[in-house]
């Protein structure tokens, strides 16, 4: 009986303590969803009232949208040029930073200072930078090698990739703190059972370390792909999505079209919808290969995952 009265105390203190977030789930996150989902099947603008459904319009209207599909163009290039360099510099400086001996704590504060920081307000130093006038810093840069000044944020050819540097900077600081987190959890007992079988430098880096980071890419892969799919404040500060709507991101193209101009927040819906299931076949996808990769290595012992990469690295 006593212990049937302590389970029961144990189940409302979890309830208790579960309810807040889940009140919080819902009202911040399940339930605009699920309104967002209706809107996106109706003619409604932000700025009335009235609205009609219009069932599979919005979609169809979505599906042959040149300006969006210009939007969705520009996303993908920003994925591109972000994804894959920010990952990989990230890992580069974090086995950089691992190791140092003095001063790490001081070198790692700075490398994460980037990811902490407000991405309006360092958009707004970085629009200063890249500042067409010959006195703005990059083209003082560029000018000590004879290049003529660059219109950067006002060239539909820079202006992209432009955003694209600011928003990289930013998420390789990320990638950094992630795989550093990723190697700290390495046990050194791995790294000494290659010391002794002669596994050295980029053999070790190669055959051991980059395996038992491969969870850790993953994961990195799949959350800043959806990062990138969500800009919108680099864009907004920089370039407004211009010249010419070359640096319009999806995101970006919501927001023009569900609360500047025409207000038509159902269609907004509709793009925003879209995305979201995009977002969410992303996620299943990593979660998929990332749990194939857990299942391998626990199936193989870890963290003698570096069993058999000892033994490929022997070979």
Same mark, same amino acid.
């Given at each position: 009986?006593?212990?049937? !009265?302590?389970?029961?105390?144990?189940?409302?203190?979890?309830?208790?303590?579960?309810? *807040?977030?889940?009140? =919080?789930? %819902?009202?911040?996150?399940?339930?605009?969803?699920? +309104? &967002?989902?209706?809107?996106?099947?109706?003619?409604?603008? $932000?700025?009335?009232?009235?609205?009609?459904?219009?069932?599979?319009?919005? $979609?169809?209207?979505?599906?042959?949208?040149?300006?969006?599909?210009?939007?969705?163009?520009?996303?993908? +290039?920003? %994925?591109?040029?972000?994804?894959?360099?920010?990952?990989?510099?990230g890992l580069l400086l974090a086995l950089a930073a691992n190791s140092v001996a003095r001063g790490r704590p001081v070198v790692r504060f700075a490398l994460f200072l980037p990811a902490s920081a407000n991405i309006v307000a360092m958009a707004v130093v970085f629009r200063?930078?890249?500042?067409?006038?010959?006195?703005?810093?990059?083209?003082?840069?560029?000018?000590?090698?004879? +290049?003529?000044?660059?219109?950067?944020?006002?060239? &539909?050819? !820079?202006?992209?990739?432009?955003?694209?540097?600011?928003?990289?900077?930013?998420?390789?600081?990320?990638?950094?703190?992630?795989?550093?987190?990723?190697?700290?959890?390495?046990?050194?007992?791995?790294?000494?059972?290659?010391?002794?079988?002669?596994?050295? =430098?980029?053999?070790?880096?190669?055959?051991?370390?980059?395996? $038992?980071?491969?969870?850790?890419?993953?994961?990195?892969? #799949?959350?800043?792909?959806?990062?990138?799919?969500?800009?919108?404040?680099?864009?907004? +500060?920089?370039?407004?999505?211009? *010249?010419?709507?070359?640096?319009?991101?999806?995101?970006?193209?919501?927001?023009?079209? =569900?609360?500047?101009?025409?207000?038509?927040?159902?269609?907004?819906?509709?793009?925003?919808?879209?995305?979201?299931?995009? #977002?969410?076949?992303?996620?299943?996808?990593?979660?998929?290969? =990332?749990?194939?990769?857990?299942?391998?290595?626990?199936?193989?012992?870890?963290?003698?995952?570096?069993? *058999?990469?000892?033994?490929?690295?022997?070979?």
């Amino acid at each position: 009986m006593a212990e049937r !009265t302590r389970a029961g105390r144990d189940g409302w203190r979890a309830a208790a303590l579960v309810t *807040p977030a889940l009140v =919080g789930l %819902c009202v911040f996150v399940i339930g605009p969803a699920a +309104v &967002s989902a209706f809107v996106a099947g109706t003619d409604k603008k $932000l700025t009335g009232v009235d609205f009609h459904w219009v069932g599979t319009a919005n $979609l169809r209207e979505a599906l042959s949208d040149p300006d969006l599909g210009r939007a969705v163009r520009n996303t993908l +290039v920003y %994925c591109l040029l972000t994804v894959i360099p920010s990952v990989v510099l990230g890992l580069l400086l974090a086995l950089a930073a691992n190791s140092v001996a003095r001063g790490r704590p001081v070198v790692r504060f700075a490398l994460f200072l980037p990811a902490s920081a407000n991405i309006v307000a360092m958009a707004v130093v970085f629009r200063y930078i890249f500042d067409a006038s010959p006195d703005g810093l990059a083209n003082t840069l560029v000018g000590v090698v004879g +290049v003529d000044p660059q219109n950067w944020l006002g060239d &539909s050819d !820079t202006a992209l990739p432009v955003v694209a540097l600011v928003g990289g900077w930013r998420l390789t600081s990320f990638v950094f703190v992630v795989y550093l987190a990723g190697l700290t959890a390495i046990p050194p007992s791995v790294y000494e059972a290659a010391e002794v079988d002669g596994v050295r =430098g980029l053999a070790r880096l190669r055959h051991i370390t980059l395996p $038992l980071l491969g969870p850790t890419t993953v994961f990195l892969a #799949v959350f800043v792909t959806v990062l990138t799919l969500q800009t919108f404040e680099t864009v907004a +500060v920089l370039t407004d999505g211009g *010249p010419l709507d070359s640096s319009t991101t999806i995101i970006y193209y919501i927001y023009q079209v =569900g609360f500047t101009g025409s207000f038509r927040i159902g269609y907004a819906s509709m793009i925003a919808l879209l995305l979201l299931v995009t #977002v969410v076949l992303i996620g299943a996808a990593g979660a998929l290969l =990332g749990r194939r990769l857990r299942v391998a290595r626990e199936d193989a012992g870890a963290p003698a995952g570096a069993a *058999p990469a000892l033994e490929g690295a022997r070979r």
